[in-house]
């Protein structure tokens, strides 16, 4: 069974940086190559929002405009792991923090096209 664990939030100010982390464990012929990742992000007050993805083949990624610029998404395919790098925080970037991984096809700016997730990890930044 595969399962997605995410790492690495926590309590910044603004201005600061973070990196997340997604395992990506039970996976038998097939690694994270395989699959198109994603990182969603939710508050309380927020549907599940996209943030950024990775395509499965060219590696190509997209990102939110909020965050364009100051996000990036990479993957190990070795290590079976994607990394979201955030840079310059903002309070606004507040939430929950989710890794999807998408094994078929659909809009991958769209929760509803992702077949698996993980826990989630809380980033918050103080003003």
């Known amino acids: 069974q595969v399962r997605l664990v995410e790492s690495g939030g926590g309590l910044v100010q603004s201005g600061d940086s973070l990196r997340l982390s997604c395992a990506v464990s039970?996976?038998?012929?097939?690694?994270?190559?395989?699959?198109?990742m994603g990182w969603f992000r939710q508050t309380p007050a927020r549907e599940r929002e996209f943030v950024a993805g990775?395509?499965?083949?060219?590696?190509?990624?997209y990102y939110a405009d909020s965050v364009q610029g100051r996000f990036i998404i990479s993957r190990d395919n070795a290590k079976n792991l994607v990394y979201l790098q955030m840079n310059s925080l903002k309070p606004d970037d507040t939430a929950a923090y989710y890794c999807?991984?998408?094994?078929?096809?659909?809009?991958?700016?769209?929760?509803?096209?992702?077949?698996?997730w993980g826990q989630g990890t809380q980033v918050t930044v103080s003003s």
């Open positions: 999807g991984a998408n094994s078929g096809f659909g809009n991958l700016k769209s929760a509803a096209s992702y077949d698996l």
């Open positions: 990775i395509n499965r083949s060219d590696g190509f990624a």
């Open positions: 039970g996976l038998s012929a097939f690694t994270v190559h395989n699959f198109r």
